[in-house]
């Protein structure tokens, strides 16, 4: 094995010290590992990954969600205007807030904060929910933020009312 010597400041490489360069380079492994074998790799991976997430886009567009049982939460008579009573919907971990609000309207919602998950509560003197974590401030009749930290909306626990009574129907997450 030869030592290729350290050339001076002005002096020039020769043709016998430019062999000494290409001595590491092997011709199958260059064809193999090329830029352009790097990048057809990494569009092709980046293009399966997209394919792949297709159908939980098209699931999150279209607002499908899975058929959620009818629980019973409360009945009318024992929730005056005004009021709110904390149930579990649509799973046992899952907090959520029916309101009976002022005007009479009845509003359910998931009552984790979408902040940082801080339990919600009616005000009755604002008419809002409130996050009292971070002082998040949700609008009643559509639980979109209007004040605070968080950005996106509570979801939206769907109701209906049969004999008097308050039933969770089913949940939507709704962006915009």
């Known amino acids: 094995m030869t030592c290729k010597k350290k050339l001076g400041r002005n002096q020039k490489d ?19 590992y090329n830029r352009r074998a790097f990048l057809k790799t990494a ?7 997209g394919v792949a997430t297709i159908p939980f ?13 009818r629980v019973e939460i409360a009945k009318l008579t024992d929730l005056p205007e005004g ?5 579990n919907y649509p799973t046992e971990k899952d907090p959520a807030i029916l309101v009976h609000t002022v005007n009479g309207d009845l509003k ?8 940082l998950m801080c339990p919600v509560f009616y005000e009755k003197e604002q008419d809002v ?16 933020p209007t004040a605070g930290p968080p950005q996106r909306e509570l979801p ?21």
């Open 129 to 144: 929910l409130l996050c009292p974590c971070h002082a998040g401030y949700f609008d009643v009749n559509s639980g979109h």
């Open 43 to 49: 569009v092709g991976t980046s293009v399966a990954l």
């Open 57 to 69: 886009s098209v699931k999150a567009m279209l607002g499908v969600e899975k058929d959620y049982e």
């Open 83 to 87: 009021d709110s009573v904390v149930f």
């Open 14 to 32: 020769t043709n016998a010290d430019m062999i000494n360069l290409v001595d590491n380079v092997n011709r199958d492994d260059d064809l193999k």
């Open 156 to 176: 939206l626990i769907e109701i209906e009312v049969d004999n008097g009574i308050v039933y969770a129907v089913g949940r939507q997450y709704r962006h915009g």
């Open 108 to 115: 359910a919602y998931n009552s984790a904060c979408t902040h």
